[in-house]
């Protein structure tokens, strides 16, 4: 078998990611900084919808709104309004991706960003008797020959979720957080 | 310092490893927002895109398209020609091949027939490559830029991924890379793939969809290139070996069942 084209061999990556199943890019602090870089202050402006409020945003976008409860901050720079940082999870695909939309004053997306992905490797992660295969593992494999890798989106998760809560929260801000 | 934005219908996660922190968050930034300038200029679901402007009106008149779209023009005719026209970014067209496209100088672009182009099999690739030379130009030395998959890195150490071994557990490894490779692409048939964004392959000379029950995953020099080559090794089976020596490239294959075990 030519050394470049390994057909029983097989690879497939999963991620690169560095040790934990659930990855944390970042802190909620630190996507405030990260959309906001030139902010001196965030100002936490919790919100809770009202049923009218949730039907509405329901309505204007066509997406389903889960909690009633949303971490809303507003960025300043000295007394200088920069924007909106909203908090928010979405499903992935079983457990829930949390992320940050970023909106300047007129409510024109600024960021979005990842902050918590948790089902980088599929539903295998969730068994018992597949953690249990980790213990006492070493980087030493026995099984080389039919290793395989997957890949970290491509096989579970669509961003369709990420993009249907932005379109939700585009609404919230529409017809709450404008007024 | 790891930053995930979803862009290129994926999420793309950034890694960059630099001594000043506000660097490392210039040249993310930087990096993302070259991604996002290459999506707007080559997704055919940006109306304004030159794809979407070449597809309206190439076949009338001579069109300038920008740099970075010629460029992946140059590549995708290249591998039309290596693969006897297994490779075809013209694939859509009702009537018509990559053949008809005339790539004139100055960036100028017409095609012989009215064409279809979807850069969807090779642009992802590009993508990460130029995501990598925007953070290098911002002197990072060691970095990572994987968007579902295709990933390319920066740096003297290739970083650790996750291989799954038969049948159910994982290690980190770096095995898969291959010296001097430092871009990895890895796709699967659709059929196989349950989420709603799944993606179809489609063989450039017969228009078939793909139906493979493999899993490919392919190394090379450039993300580019092995996006493309896993499709092309999905395609032409033991038979890409040839080309994969040609392209200086590696591939490795296995069998979609048991890769997706989800309840």
């Known amino acids: ?179 | 310092m790891r930053r995930c934005k979803p862009a290129l219908g994926t999420f793309v996660e950034i890694t960059a490893q630099h001594t000043t922190i506000h660097l490392k968050q210039r040249a993310i930034q930087a990096a993302f927002d070259r991604i996002n300038d290459l999506e707007v200029k080559m997704s055919l679901h940006c109306p304004d895109s030159d794809v979407s402007q070449l597809n309206a009106v190439a076949h009338e008149k001579e069109l300038a398209v920008s740099h970075e779209t010629y460029t992946v023009l140059q590549e995708s005719l290249r591998l039309f020609e290596l693969t006897n026209g297994l490779f075809d970014i013209a694939y859509k067209s009702q009537n018509g091949t990559s053949r008809d496209i005339v790539l004139l100088p100055n960036n100028q672009v017409t095609f012989l027939k009215p064409l279809t182009l979807d850069l969807g099999g090779i642009a992802k690739g590009y993508a990460v490559d130029e995501a990598i030379a925007t953070l290098a130009h911002h002197g990072i030395k060691n970095a990572c830029v994987n968007a579902g998959g295709d990933l390319r890195y920066l740096g003297k150490t290739p970083p650790l991924i996750w291989t799954r071994y038969a049948p159910h557990y994982y290690e980190q490894s770096q095995e898969v890379w291959v010296k001097e490779h430092k871009a990895m692409a890895t796709s699967f048939p659709s059929e196989n793939r349950d989420d709603l964004s799944a993606t179809t392959y489609k063989n450039g000379a017969t228009r078939q969809t793909l139906h493979s029950p493999m899993a490919i995953t392919v190394v090379a020099k450039t993300c580019l290139l092995a996006d493309a080559l896993t499709k092309l090794v999905m395609i032409m089976g033991e038979s890409s070996e040839t080309l994969l020596n040609q392209l200086n490239a590696v591939a490795f294959v296995r069998p979609v069942e048991g890769l997706n075990t989800d309840e």
């Not at chain 1, 509405?56 to 971490?71: H, L, R, T, W």
Request: with cysteine.
């Open chain 1, 1 to 179: 078998m030519n050394k470049h084209f390994n057909w029983l061999a097989p690879v497939a990556i999963i991620c690169s990611a560095s040790s934990c199943f659930a990855v944390q890019y970042l802190t909620v602090e630190a996507a405030q900084k990260v959309c906001f870089p030139g902010a001196t202050r965030f100002e936490a402006t919790p919100i809770r919808l009202t049923d009218a409020q949730k039907k509405a945003i329901e309505k204007d976008s066509g997406i389903s709104v889960k909690s009633k409860d949303q971490n809303v901050w507003k960025a300043y720079s000295g007394k200088t309004f920069l924007g909106w940082f909203i908090e928010d999870d979405v499903i992935g695909k079983h457990d829930h991706i949390d992320w940050a939309l970023a909106l300047d004053p007129n409510g024109v997306v600024l960021q979005v960003e990842i902050m918590n992905y948790r089902e980088a490797y599929g539903s295998e992660v969730r068994r018992d008797t597949w953690r249990k295969q980790f213990e006492g593992k070493t980087a030493a494999s026995p099984l080389k020959l039919q290793k395989d890798i997957k890949n970290i989106t491509g096989a579970t998760l669509s961003c369709r979720h990420v993009t249907d809560g932005v379109k939700r929260l585009l609404s919230l801000f529409t017809i709450v957080l404008k007024n």
